[in-house]
């Protein structure tokens, strides 16, 4: 097991790299200067002069090799250098957002389990009945719903219903849980109800086809309690692709809910990448892609890990 | 009525009249008393890199942080015309008989918000900053001030500029909204200091910045002005989704978005609160220009250019437009209403600008047949990804250019890149604008001077007539002559050679709480943005 896990973050090292080497030549690819756009823009008295002397001060002015180079020592010291925008340290610029996204995407998830696997199950154990097709009407349409759609239609509700707004401003947990709460809940709600629809259908199917196996058949022949067998057997089992599905849909959270964000004004990291993008802020897009992945390569290994624990057969193989 | 108006005295009614409107004028004059207190809760679309005033531009700072400083001049905060110019930390000037050297008197007991007193040495290196910045310092609009010979402070309360020539607009440029004070000493130690650090002599002092959240400042109870500010604290939260924006507004989350709303948005917030909210409106100084690249044939033909031109119903597009964009004032180079704007009358003479429109457009296509394309032709118009006003105004000048058998494609390019390609020349035909932080022409006909001076010139032309005409508009120190200067130039850059055109005027619209007190509309949102005046209704 333990070489497993070591042979797991050996092989972090050559797909960050990858990632690393791939987002620095795209950024370069896309046109745009962010000189350009910061200072030139539409002032007419923007002399040539400074523009060059501000691209020097970002390195910009420095062959793409070096440029690489730099930012890669910078990386294998875990310094990820100043966004080339604002300036601040990159860590500073990420762990201010970092927080709010986190609790989303945790929230989200919270909510997207809670509603997905005693729907999922119930459908199954209710195969075709009404019980069923509300469940499948249900998750249908939370498919169908784009979350940041869902967002706008909380946001009138409460606008035109209730004449009230979430907070604007964010205000972490540990500060003050009501505010939190207030701001939060409806995007998590908004999302977590698209992302309940994804993980509500696979529990059901994966509960559909573990019922089926002969093993719980056999447990059903033995005279086991429905509850234990369901419990101990047959959900456990279904859980392993319910809890992929999750695993890659909590990463994507953290640095995917673009509009979400935008609709309920919140300071996030899917904010920060397409503010960081639109303005070429290389240095900032660059660690945000690398956190990223990392996020991804983690939850990756994370439920690679767990798969272990639910599943002996992985387990002892 | 007329005679009401005109002299009341004369008879018996008007002055009954009088009387009752003294009687209701009387609570509502108490009611303009400014009431202390309250928290200003400001939307605010876009966000600073920095700090320093000196080195960036987005209004996205102007906002946050012009509540903590002063300038030495500034804009009359009651003047709708933005033009109009005042003392702020000099309380006085004078200008020698030959226009040349600027000498201003500082107010006294003027005090930075860590209790220095403020000398003319800050001055001094403020402007030192901003005119002759160090190697390693960005100065963003020094190229306005190249005509600085020296700055000197003889005095603790004597600031005087030296020009090289006389300059109409000087006054204006000390009245930059960008030109914030800054203390000397500060900026000895560390001239980048006020990149990431705020302290000023404004009305406000500094609380905290919380990046991509709100910026908040509070009340100095030390301010010079005595008696200001009104407020206790303002909280600007950054906002980029305008949706998002109206629904605070609506929601009574902010109070004031101070840039602008859309006219739908301003419909749509109007129909929510009535008389909760309050609307201010003013042509914008912000312009929907048309670059034309005339090194693409047959662009290099000014009559294929003046076509161009002649095929816009601008005054039908003003009406129509006006709904649904952020366009509305059919205007020359200067914004209308402002004192070097041009005259309805004079207006209508430039190419485009006449009421027959049937008229203007048979022209267009004699102009069309005598540059050899009788049939028209078809090419490319570049427009700026964003939507408004840029979408509605490429599609209604697509629609006109094929009144005159011109087929125009429209190309939308991410509005990041798409000043990189009017820069390097990747276009035909494209939307442009032009903002200015203050109306002056100094400022708003820069980018139009010849390719070798102005940086921004897209259509890639070289006008020598052109740039003399800005030379002595710019010299011009008596007002009537400058005028002369600036319509010669408007003449020749919009009729002439059209090396370029206006489509309308911005639009300028801001619906805000009812609360909001003390602050009016100006054409650019750069301006009166210090909201020492600023108060909330109860």
């Keep these: ?317 | 009525m007329t005679d009401i108006g005109v002299a009341p005295w004369r008879s018996i009614p008007a002055i009954l009249l009088l009387l009752a409107g003294l009687v209701f004028i009387g609570p509502a004059a108490a009611q303009v008393k400014p009431r202390y207190g309250g928290e200003l809760i400001l939307a605010v679309p876009s966000e600073m890199p920095s700090y320093d005033g000196h080195r960036e531009g987005t209004f996205g700072m102007v906002h946050p942080l012009a509540p903590h400083y002063n300038t030495l001049l500034k804009t009359d905060p009651n003047d709708r015309t933005g033009t109009k110019i005042v003392s702020d930390l000099a309380e006085s000037w004078t200008i020698s008989s030959d226009g040349r050297v600027y000498t201003l008197k500082l107010r006294r007991g003027v005090k930075f918000h860590d209790g220095a007193e403020l000398s003319s040495r800050d001055v001094k290196a403020s402007y030192d900053k901003i005119v002759f910045p160090p190697p390693n310092v960005g100065s963003m609009r020094k190229g306005q001030y190249t005509n600085i010979e020296a700055i000197e402070a003889p005095d603790a309360s004597t600031i005087v500029f030296r020009l090289k020539w006389p300059q109409a607009s000087f006054l204006a440029s000390l009245a930059s909204p960008y030109n914030w004070i800054y203390k000397a000493d500060i900026l000895a130690k560390d001239v980048r200091w006020y990149e990431k650090n705020v302290m000023g002599t404004g009305p406000f002092t500094f609380v905290e910045h919380v990046k991509g959240s709100h910026w908040v400042g509070k009340k100095n109870p030390n301010y010079w002005d005595k008696g200001k500010p009104y407020l206790d604290g303002y909280r600007a939260i950054f906002m980029k989704d305008s949706a998002a924006q109206v629904a605070a507004v609506r929601a009574e989350r902010a109070h004031i978005q101070f840039r602008g709303f859309a006219p739908a948005e301003r419909d749509s917030l109007v129909a929510a609160l009535g008389k909760k909210i309050t609307v201010q409106e003013s042509p914008w100084d912000c312009a929907a220009w048309v670059a034309i690249n005339q090194e693409k044939k047959p662009f290099d033909d000014k009559r294929v250019r003046r076509a161009l031109t002649l095929a816009l119903d601008r005054h039908q597009a003003s009406r129509a437009l006006s709904k649904i964009a952020v366009v509305k004032e059919v205007a020359g180079v200067q914004v209308p209403g402002t004192p070097y704007a041009t005259p309805p009358d004079e207006l209508e003479k430039l190419a485009g600008y006449g009421r027959d429109i049937k008229k203007s457009r048979a022209e267009a296509r004699r102009l069309l047949r005598e540059a050899g394309v009788p049939d028209g032709f078809a090419f490319t118009f570049t427009n700026r990804g964003l939507p408004m006003p840029y979408e509605p105004v490429g599609i209604w000048l697509i629609d006109q250019w094929r009144q005159i058998g011109l087929n125009a494609t429209m190309v939308t390019i991410e509005a990041s890149q798409h000043v990189n390609e009017l820069r390097a020349g990747n276009f035909t035909v494209s939307s442009d604008a032009q903002c200015g932080y203050a109306v002056e022409p100094d400022l708003d006909l820069a980018k139009f001077q010849s390719k070798e001076i102005s940086h921004n010139n897209y259509g890639r032309y070289t006008d020598k007539v052109l740039d003399d005409l800005y030379q002595k508009q710019n010299r011009a120190t008596d007002p009537e002559e400058r005028k002369r200067y600036v319509r010669e130039f408007e003449r020749r850059l919009l009729d002439e050679e059209v090396h370029t055109f206006i489509t309308l005027q911005w639009h300028r619209i801001v619906p805000h709480s009812a609360k909001v007190r003390g602050w009016t509309i100006t054409p650019s949102h750069y301006l009166n943005q210090q909201l020492d005046a600023v108060w909330l209704a109860e």
Excluded: C
């Excluded at chain 1, 910078?74 to 990420?94: K, L």
């Excluded at chain 1, 999922?120 to 069923?132: H, N, P, R, S, Y």
């Excluded at chain 1, 719903?145 to 869902?150: A, Y």
């Excluded at chain 1, 994966?206 to 429905?226: F, H």
């Design chain 1, 1 to 317: 097991m333990w070489k497993y896990v070591l042979k797991r973050v050996l092989l972090m090292i050559p797909t960050l790299l990858g990632v690393a080497v791939l987002i620095f030549f795209l950024m370069r690819v896309v046109p745009g200067d962010i000189v350009e756009l910061r200072f030139a823009g539409e002032s007419a008295f923007a002399q040539k002069e400074n523009l060059d002397k501000e691209r020097a001060r970002l390195g910009l002015d420095q062959p793409m090799w070096r440029q690489f180079v730099t930012w890669m020592w910078g990386i294998a010291r875990f310094d990820f250098g100043t966004s080339m925008w604002t300036g601040a340290p990159i860590i500073e610029e990420i762990k201010l957002r970092a927080a709010l996204s986190f609790q989303l995407a945790v929230m989200a998830t919270i909510i997207a389990v809670v509603l997905a696997i005693p729907l999922g199950v119930v459908a199954a154990l209710k195969q075709d009945t009404w019980v069923d097709y509300f469940v499948r009407v249900f998750s249908i349409a939370g498919l169908a719903t784009p979350s940041f759609w869902l967002g706008i239609v909380f946001i009138l509700m409460l606008l035109i219903v209730f004449k009230w707004l979430p907070p604007m401003v964010y205000t972490p947990f540990w500060v003050d849980p009501w505010q939190n709460m207030l701001q939060l809940i409806w995007p998590a709600l908004a999302v977590g109800y698209r992302y309940s629809a994804v993980a509500t259908r696979m529990t059901r199917s994966a509960m559909l086809e573990v019922l089926r196996e002969d093993y719980i058949r056999t447990a059903r022949a033995k005279g086991l309690w429905q509850k234990l067998i369901l419990s101990r057997h047959a959900l456990k089992n279904a859980m392993l692709p319910v809890l992929t599905v999750v695993a890659l849909e909590f990463a994507f959270l953290m640095g995917g809910l673009v509009v979400t964000e935008q609709v309920f004004n919140l300071n996030g990291l899917g904010m920060l990448f397409v503010e960081s993008v639109a303005r070429r802020d290389y240095t900032l897009t660059q660690a945000l892609v690398m956190l990223v992945a990392l996020v991804f390569i983690l939850v990756n290994f994370t439920v690679d890990l767990m798969y272990a624990w639910l599943d002996p057969r992985i387990r002892f193989r």
